[in-house]
């Protein structure tokens, strides 16, 4: 497609449920990255994909959070057991070697 | 850990007026910095980028300054219309552009 493309838009789940947020990213683009942004805050760097290397998974806050990428396509980052303080919007990115990135509109997150 | 902040959390200015929103940046190792603008409801949007062998970099109306001496750097935006109202994000890397950090950003208001 013509950018990012994320979903679902919005995500309402109970504490305790495991969700599963989707990334398409811009065809392509080698290189993958999921950002968490709370409610007026900046974006807190979770992982990125990069081509066929390892990924970068330093920025997961805890076990509970796990991301998939299939080749240099569709990403998944799954929360597992959702706690509250996981509310945001997730947002996905892609880029093609070094440059900006080209951001999704993100999924919001609201555990009740 | 490293970490990249504003000094202005909050920005106001005149339709017409320039715009100078800083950063300060504490990574001496950052070779590339970006500024993205974020609308409401919206994912950053990549506004202009500059490496650490430049000091300056016009882009439309925007000029992006880099002092590497004292890591600061500033986003300039000549003749601000209500459209630049957004939160503006600074971000450095040190990884080719593969891991971006963030800033917590700026909010600019324009003033009709």
């Known amino acids: 497609g013509a950018g990012v493309s994320q979903s679902p838009s919005n995500k309402v789940t109970e504490k305790g449920k495991d969700v599963e947020l989707r990334c398409d990213p811009i065809s392509g683009h080698t290189a993958l990255y999921w950002y968490r942004q709370r409610l007026g805050q900046g974006l807190e760097f979770l992982i990125y994909f990069q081509g066929n290397s390892a990924p970068d998974k330093s920025g997961l806050p805890s076990d509970r959070f796990s991301a998939e990428r299939t080749g240099e396509s569709v990403s998944t980052l799954t929360i597992q057991r959702t706690q509250q303080e996981d509310s945001a919007v997730y947002l996905c990115?892609?880029?093609?070697?070094?440059?900006?990135?080209?951001f999704g509109s993100g999924t919001r997150l609201t555990v009740v | 850990g490293e970490s990249v902040g504003l000094h202005l959390p909050t920005l106001s200015v005149q339709e017409g007026d320039n715009s100078i929103i800083n950063c300060a940046y504490s990574?001496?190792?950052?070779?590339?910095f970006i500024w993205y603008k974020q609308e409401s409801g919206k994912g950053p949007q990549f506004i202009i980028d500059?490496?650490?062998?430049?000091d300056k970099r016009q882009g439309q109306r925007v000029t992006v300054l880099l002092n590497k001496t004292v890591k600061h750097l500033s986003l300039q935006i000549a003749a601000t219309q209500p459209g630049d109202s957004a939160v503006y994000f600074c971000a450095e890397s040190d990884t080719g552009g593969f891991k971006t950090i963030f800033g917590a950003g700026t909010r600019l208001f324009v003033k009709a």
């Open positions: 990574n001496s190792a950052s070779d590339y």
């Open positions: 500059i490496r650490s062998n430049m």
């Open positions: 990115a892609s880029s093609f070697d070094l440059g900006g990135y080209t």
